[in-house]
């Protein structure tokens, strides 16, 4: 059974800090999602990757398949970055395991 | 840009009363998802449905649970003699392809009383 684990669960850092998210998982997938949701509930998707790394504006993640690991970073965080954060897997065509999400605090 | 738009934003329902949760998936994508999360917990896969057929469902999408897209737009969940254990917020996803990112809705608050 692929099981989704996050850390840490709960990030408060000051504006302008670089904040990493990790997130591993223990069989192999066909893609692995970054997500953010808002307090009101919503969910965007930010990125979805299977090698490498991807970069979006200050959102960078990474993936290291050999160690099944990936990392969130976000440079210069604002305090609109605050969110919950999930990592979520696909390891059939279809379904997503999602990881139980990081709170994402930054303070002004 | 093209969202996905659920209806309605909060439900509230008698335990054992049937509910029908909407969505209006983007118009060109092929694969449907509806997810489910708990107040306080990880959100989860019910049932992916592609080629007007479910391609995948999770343990927790039994015989309680249905899924129709009846006219070619509307993807519909719809759960019958509900429990309340079925509150909880309600996510219907779509996307344009296979490993393709997944569009979201707002999201169905769905209170069981």
């Known amino acids: 059974k692929n099981e989704v684990e996050q850390s840490p669960q709960n990030l408060t850092a000051q504006e302008g800090e670089f904040i990493t998210i990790n997130c591993s998982y223990s069989?192999?997938?066909?893609?692995l999602h970054w997500l953010q949701q808002h307090p009101g509930g919503g969910i965007v998707s930010l990125f979805m990757l299977s090698s490498g790394k991807k970069k979006h504006g200050r959102l960078i993640a990474t993936i290291n398949i050999q160690e099944k690991h990936s990392s969130l970073h976000i440079t210069a965080s604002h305090p609109r970055d605050s969110a919950v954060y999930i990592c979520?897997?696909?390891?059939?065509?279809?379904?997503?395991?999602w990881g139980a999400g990081t709170k994402l605090i930054i303070k002004p | 840009e093209p969202e996905v738009t659920q209806t309605p934003s909060h439900q509230v329902t008698q335990m054992g009363q049937e509910v029908i949760l909407r969505c209006v998936p983007i118009?060109?994508?092929?694969?449907f998802y509806w997810y489910r999360q708990i107040l306080g917990q990880k959100v989860e896969f019910l049932v992916s449905?592609?080629?007007?057929?479910?391609?995948?469902k999770s343990e927790i999408f039994d015989d309680q649970f249905s899924v129709e897209r009846p006219d070619g737009s509307n993807f519909t969940l719809k759960i019958r003699s509900t429990k309340l254990e079925d509150s909880a917020m309600y996510f219907c996803?779509?996307?344009?392809?296979?490993?393709?990112?997944?569009?979201f809705g707002d999201g169905t608050r769905l209170s069981i009383l």
């Open positions: 979520a897997v696909g390891y059939s065509n279809y379904q997503l395991i």
């Open positions: 069989v192999g997938i066909s893609a």
């Open positions: 996803a779509s996307e344009a392809g296979s490993n393709q990112p997944q569009h």
């Open positions: 118009s060109n994508h092929l694969y």
């Open positions: 449905f592609y080629n007007n057929e479910i391609s995948e």
